[in-house]
C-alpha cells in the first residue's frame, strides 16, 4: 500500500496546526452524527416497497427498519439509512418488499395426501381415500413430517401466517414455533371417531385443554377451536363450544356453507340455513373464522357483515372439490372481513398463495360479465391486511407499518414474466409466481434468504415425506 | 497409483497365455458390442417420462433417443443406454420428462404491454389503453424485442410451440427462428388501420405474401392467415380468405364467438350465430384455428366436431375479459378438438402455460358442480397432444413418440410441493409451475438447460424491454 504523504505549499506551512485541528473537530462531528443513527436489528429494502397501508401504498426504492421484532421505521431507502444502522442489511435491488401473505383456511400436513386422488366426486373421494388413508397414516410422526413439509412450502412461497385445522394441534404448534412461522392454531372437534379421538367429548375436552395452555405460552401460535362444520357437529355441542371459546377469548375456525349437501342437510335437521343455524347457536362474532362460505343467502351476508365474521375464501379448493363459486363481490360490498385460503393440499393441490391470489382476481369477473370486479388491489388486500382483519390479527400483522411484526417478504423482479413494470400490484396479482419469493422474514427472523431455508432442513424433510408417501402408496395399491 | 501384479498360483501358471488370450477376446467383444451401439445426438432422461401417447403414458426411470431433430428411441434409460450412446447426455435424477407445452393462441409481443392497465371493462381498454399504444409504439424494434422478452418466458415456462397473431410477423418469425422455437406465425389482417396497415387491403395483400415467401423457407415457422374476427373483417374479404387459404394450404387463425358483444353484432348484421356465420363463409375445415369460442350454441358444437375445428380455450383471458366461460366439457363430449392458450400477456397478464391447465381443471367443475369433469390427464393432453391436432400439428409434435419432433421439456421434482409424488399427471396439472421447467428442448436443439438460456440473451431483452416499458410509461402520464 502506497503512504501518502500530504505536502502543503509554502504559504500554508504556518497554517498546518489550524487544519489539522479543523479536521480533528469536522471528523469527531461526523462521528458524533454516525454514533446518532439509531441500532437496529434489521434492514429490509425494496425497489418498490408495497406496504398494503391506505397512507402510502407503495414506496419506490423504500426500506423498513425492524427492532425486537417489531417494525420501527418505513420510507425511502434514504432515509431509512440516515436514521438507522443494522447488524444484518437486505439489499432490495431488483426485489418488491412486503408484507407476508395470509392463508386463512388449510389443513397443513394434508401436503402428504397430495394428489392422492383426485378428480373425484366428494363422497368418493372422503370415504375410499381421505379418511380410510387418516385413519391409518395420521399419528403424531405424519404430523411432524407433514407440517414440516407444509411450512417448507409456505416459506417458499411467502405465507407467513396461517389459520390451521388439523389433528395433533400439539405437535403442530410445536414444529411451527421451532420453523418460526405464524399461526392460527385449531385444536379438531367432531361427533364422529377421528384420528386421536373417539368422538365429540375426548376432542372437544383436548380442544379446551390445547387452548388453555397454548395461551400461557407466548409464542407465535395462537391456539383456537376448530369445530369441523355445522352438519358434523351437533346444535348442543357447537353453542357449548361457542360459549367456552367467548370464555377463553379465543378463535372458532370452522367450515361454513361450503357444500350444496351441507345446505341440504342443515335445512332437514334444523329448517335453516348453515349461518342462520350457526348464529342462532351463539358463533357469530368476530372471533369466528369461517372458511369457505359458498352459498350465503342476501340475509347471511348481512349477518357476517354486521357480527364481523372473517370469511375465508378458497376459490382453488372450491373449484377442485365442484363446491361453488363464492359471492365475494357481493360479500365484500357489503362490508364483510374476507380472506384468501389455500385449504388443504389434497384439494389444491398446493399451498401457494399466489395461485389464489390470481383466482380470486381473475373468477368472479368471469363468472358475473364484469371485468372491473375484484380489481388487483382488493385481492392484494385480503392476502395481507384483510386477511389479517378476517382473521382477527390485523393488530400485529397483515401490512407494513410502525409498530407492526415484522413479517416480510421480497419478491425478485428479474423473471421475463415480470417484465416491463407498469404497475407493482399488478405484476403482484396477475404475474407474480410462488417461486418469485426469495426472501421471507417472520417477527424479524429470517426464515429464508435468496431462496435457502435458514431454519428448516429442505432435503432431510423431503426425504421423510417420500418415505410417508411410499407407505402410503403401498396402501392405496393393496386397496 | 498402487500398480496391481496379478499372482497367478503355481498350478495355473502354464495357463497364463491361455487365461491372457481369452482376456483379450473378451475385451475386443465388449468393445465391438459398444461400437454397435447407434450413435445419436442427444439422449435425455426422465425420473418420470410422460409420453402423453396412448400406448405407454409414463415410463419411470425412462430416456429418449433424438438424432437430427427427430425422436428415434423412446424406453427405459436402461434399454436405451444399451443400444445408443450421445455426443449429449441429460440426466433425469429428480426430473419428469415429458412433450413441450402448446400454447395456441397467443399475441406474443403483448408482453411488453403486460400490466398496463387492468380491471377495466373491455372497450375503455382497448379504446384508453392498448389501441392508442399500440398506434403509438408498435413497430418493428418493438416486435424484435417483445417477440424475444416472449420467446425468453415461453422457454422458461416450456412451451416449445404457439400459435401467434400480431404485427409485423415476418419480423416475428425471424426472431423465432434465430431463438428456437417453433410457432404458427399468422399475418394478421382486419378492416381497419392497424400498426403497419392502412386497412384490409394492404394487410390482406401482406399476408398473402407472407404465407407464400414463408413457406418457401424450411424452418419451424409455418405461416399463416390471421383474420382478427367475424365482426372486424367483411363477410365478402373472410369468404376471399379462405378460398385463398385453401389454395395455399396455410392455417387460418381468428378469434371466434369471444364475447357476447359480438354475438349481437354478428345477429344484427347477418342475422346469425359467429360459427354459423364463418360456416357460411366456407370457413369451416381442419386448417381453422380458433381462438375462445366461449359461447358457441349446441349446433355449432357439432359443426365444429363435425368440420375438425381447433379449438383453443384462453381460461384466464376469458376470465380476465369477462368473456365468459367455454364450454369445454361439452365440446370435448361431443369430439371437438380442443387446445389451450394464453392470450397475449395484457390480458393474462403472462405467457405460463401451467397456469392455463390448472385452471382448465379447476374451472368447469366448479362451474358445472362436477368434480370428475376435466380430469388432468384430459386436461394435460389438451396442452399437449391434444393441442398439437387442434393446430393440425399433431403429425410433428405433441408427444413422446418415435419420429417425432424432439420437442421436450424437464420439470424439476425437488420442490416441496411436489412432494410426495403419488400421480405424476396430477402433479404436472394441479401442483406444478413454470418455474419447475429446468430444460426446454425444440428440434432436439437445447434452447434452456438447468434454468439457464443458451439462445437468447436474458440481460441484455430485459434492458431493452425496460426501455420500451419506460417510453410507455412517459406516453401514459402524458394521458
Same mark, same amino acid.
Given at each position: 500500500m502506497k503512504k501518502i504523504t500530504i505536502k502543503t505549499p509554502g504559504i500554508l506551512s504556518n497554517l498546518k496546526p489550524l487544519i489539522f485541528g479543523i479536521f480533528i473537530t469536522l471528523s469527531l462531528l461526523v462521528t458524533a452524527c454516525a454514533a446518532e443513527k439509531e441500532s437496529v436489528d434489521l434492514i429490509v429494502q425494496g425497489r418498490y416497497v408495497v406496504t398494503m397501508t391506505p397512507e402510502m401504498p407503495v414506496i419506490e426504492n423504500g426500506a423498513v427498519a425492524v427492532k425486537d421484532s417489531v417494525i420501527v421505521a418505513v420510507g425511502t431507502a434514504d432515509d431509512i439509512g440516515a436514521k438507522y444502522t443494522a447488524k444484518t442489511n437486505i439489499s432490495g435491488k431488483d426485489r418488491i418488499l412486503m408484507p407476508g401473505l395470509i392463508n386463512g383456511h388449510t389443513h397443513t400436513s394434508m401436503v402428504l395426501f397430495r394428489g392422492m386422488a383426485d378428480d373425484l366426486a366428494l363422497m368418493p373421494w372422503l370415504r375410499n381415500y381421505i379418511f380410510p388413508m387418516e385413519g391409518q397414516f395420521v399419528d403424531p410422526e405424519f404430523i411432524d413430517v407433514g407440517m414440516k413439509l407444509a411450512c417448507l412450502e409456505m416459506i417458499r412461497g411467502g405465507t407467513t401466517t396461517f389459520v390451521d385445522m388439523y389433528f395433533y394441534p400439539d405437535r403442530e404448534a410445536d414444529v411451527i414455533e421451532a420453523c418460526g412461522l405464524r399461526a392460527i392454531v385449531g385444536s379438531p372437534s367432531i361427533d364422529f371417531p377421528s384420528p386421536g379421538f373417539k368422538g365429540w367429548d375426548d376432542s372437544y375436552g383436548a380442544a379446551v385443554k390445547f387452548v388453555k395452555e397454548r395461551k400461557s405460552k407466548s409464542g407465535r401460535v395462537i391456539p383456537a377451536f376448530a369445530p369441523h362444520a355445522p352438519y358434523t357437529v351437533s346444535a348442543e355441542h357447537l353453542a357449548d363450544l361457542a360459549k367456552m371459546a367467548r370464555k377463553l377469548k379465543a378463535p372458532i375456525t370452522t367450515h361454513l356453507s361450503e357444500d350444496r349437501a351441507e345446505l341440504d342437510q342443515i335445512k332437514e335437521r334444523y329448517g335453516t340455513t348453515p349461518i342462520q343455524h350457526v348464529k342462532n347457536l351463539g358463533l357469530l362474532d368476530n372471533w369466528l373464522i369461517a372458511a369457505h362460505v359458498v352459498h350465503p343467502t342476501a340475509a347471511e351476508i348481512k349477518l357476517l357483515a354486521k357480527y364481523k365474521v372473517g370469511v375465508i375464501h378458497n376459490p382453488t379448493s372450491n373449484l377442485k372439490t365442484a363446491a361453488g363459486i363464492s359471492p365475494v363481490p357481493e360479500m365484500l360490498k357489503a362490508g364483510v372481513r374476507v380472506g384468501l385460503g389455500t385449504d388443504g393440499a389434497a384439494s389444491n393441490n398446493d399451498l401457494n398463495m399466489w395461485e389464489e391470489i390470481r383466482l380470486a382476481a381473475l373468477l368472479h369477473k368471469g363468472v358475473n360479465y364484469d371485468?372491473? $370486479?375484484?380489481?388487483a388491489e382488493t385481492v392484494l388486500k385480503m392476502a395481507t391486511i384483510g386477511g389479517a382483519e378476517a382473521i382477527r390479527l390485523d393488530k400485529l400483522v397483515g401490512d407494513i407499518a410502525v409498530g407492526k411484526r415484522a413479517d416480510l417478504i421480497q419478491l425478485d423482479l428479474s423473471g421475463a414474466h415480470m417484465t416491463p413494470l407498469y404497475n407493482v400490484i399488478s405484476h403482484l396479482v396477475y404475474a407474480a409466481t410462488g417461486s418469485d419469493v426469495v426472501t421471507t422474514i417472520v417477527d424479524g427472523h429470517i426464515l429464508m434468504q435468496d431462496g435457502k431455508? $435458514?431454519?428448516?432442513d429442505a432435503e432431510k424433510i423431503r426425504r421423510q415425506a417420500n418415505e410417508i408417501g411410499a407407505r402410503i402408496t403401498k396402501a392405496l395399491q393393496k386397496k
Open positions: 371485468a372491473t $370486479l375484484m380489481p431455508f $435458514l431454519t428448516l
